[in-house]
């Protein structure tokens, strides 16, 4: 099975002609569109790429096909390797070079319409592990995210499966007001150990609840037509910066959180299993009565922590699947459970009780044997 990885790597808008590289996406969306379109003031390299490309349609790791006419399209290109020991892989006139004999990665007119015009960038660690593990820099895009130009490198490796060692890691993704909790069963069907892995909700909070007072504030001064007022600036300036707080951190939070799950999962040769019970959490958070503002956030980073834990654990080869845990069925008699104060369940029926998160682990023994 073929694995892939992608990491996004930010470009120097200095260096960088923002309108030249929006009109290779518009290109590229002509070239997806299988039209042969030739602008005489393009350098001839990258149009021959774009072109090339088309013979990818069907197996394209860009992505999907754009469905807007004129919509920017991330523009594939080829790389050329170069390693330490000097071996050389991917084609010599690529737009992309990876040098990993000086760690660095240089772009060949795909920021500038101009001849020769190059754009050296620090490798990034990202990419020197990866490669250490077996994978290769095959492909690579270039597009604009909100006006800035990014460079995609998409790795790919051939992965083998690992046999499982009778080790299971069961993962509950609750939405984020509830954590994510997890669970090691070990071949002896006992739970080794257990626990939620919970964000500060309380800094997320906070930082939310001031946005919103000062978004109030703005609002104001919009309506007494005071919006370009120094003091409305500032606002929106504070404003955008708590934004960006909460994002870095959930971001932050959902990347090491998911790493190191996987990594637990690969020292144990754990099997995984994974609750993807998206529309439970909606409605956790909807009983909560959280703003909707947050409860979509906690909702995107969650499905963002299911993205990032997938393609990982394909990545390295550890079976996963997806399966039902219910936290509110009994996992000895499936009868329902009776929610008790401080997040402990009880069965009326046969007398079991546990802490709430405990109770989608003990499921996931009976799925063992599935
Ligand atoms: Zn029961």
Redesign the pocket.
Known sequence: MIARRAILIKLPKDKCDVDYIRRLTALTNLAYRDYETWVPDLPKTIQHQLLAFKNYMGSLVFGTEPKKWFAETWVPLKTLRVYADGSMKGDKGAPVALDFRSSVIRLRQVCRSEPGFVVELPMPKWVVERVNEGGDIKFAMIGLKSNVPYLALVAEREVESRDPSGYILAIDVNAWSNGVAYGIINPNNRIAEYSPLRPNLRLIDTWYYKGEKLSKELGKLKRLGLKRTPEAERLKREINMLRRKIYAYLRDFVQKRAHELVMKAIRLGALVIIDNMIEESRRELLEMKLPSGLRKLYLAYTRRFVKLLVTQLEWYGVPYRFERLPSTV??????E?IYLPGRVMI??????KAPRDKVPILWAINLKYK
């Open positions: 009994c996992p000895i008699c499936k009868h459970l069965c009326p029926n046969c007398e079991f």
